[in-house]
């Protein structure tokens, strides 16, 4: 049973930094693309970047410059650094994986962390 466990979330003022991490059960190569998602509330759930097998990344324009994705192949785990975090950077991050399938020219994501809380303060 594949499992995703987030950890790193917590309180932190504006320009402050958070590392995020994803924790998987298995091989995070076996996974066609890892990605993190944050959902504030009222809003819609968010990509926020995403790695793929071969390494290459994608971020949204609201965290450019600011956020980068990694990984350890040797720990199994993904990684999401936040540096000069915003207020409007506050939601719930998870974790999630996909096995590669494409919807709309993106990837499905079938396995899903419990999520973690990221709280900036003004």
């Known amino acids: 049973q594949v499992q995703l466990v987030e950890s790193g979330g917590g309180l932190v003022q504006a320009g402050g930094s958070l590392r995020l991490s994803c924790a998987a059960s298995?091989?995070?190569?076996?996974?066609?693309?890892v990605a993190w998602y944050r959902q504030a509330p009222g809003k819609q759930r968010e990509l926020v970047a995403r790695?793929?097998?071969?390494?290459?990344?994608n971020y949204a324009d609201s965290v450019k410059g600011r956020f980068t994705i990694s990984r350890s192949g040797a720990k199994n785990t993904v990684y999401l650094q936040m540096n000069s975090l915003k207020p409007e950077d506050t939601a719930v991050y998870s974790c999630a994986a996909s096995r590669g399938t494409m919807n709309r020219d993106s990837f499905q994501y079938d396995y899903w962390g419990q999520g973690t809380q990221v709280t900036v303060s003004s």
């Open positions: 298995g091989n995070i190569y076996s996974f066609a693309a």
């Open positions: 790695i793929t097998r071969d390494g290459s990344t």
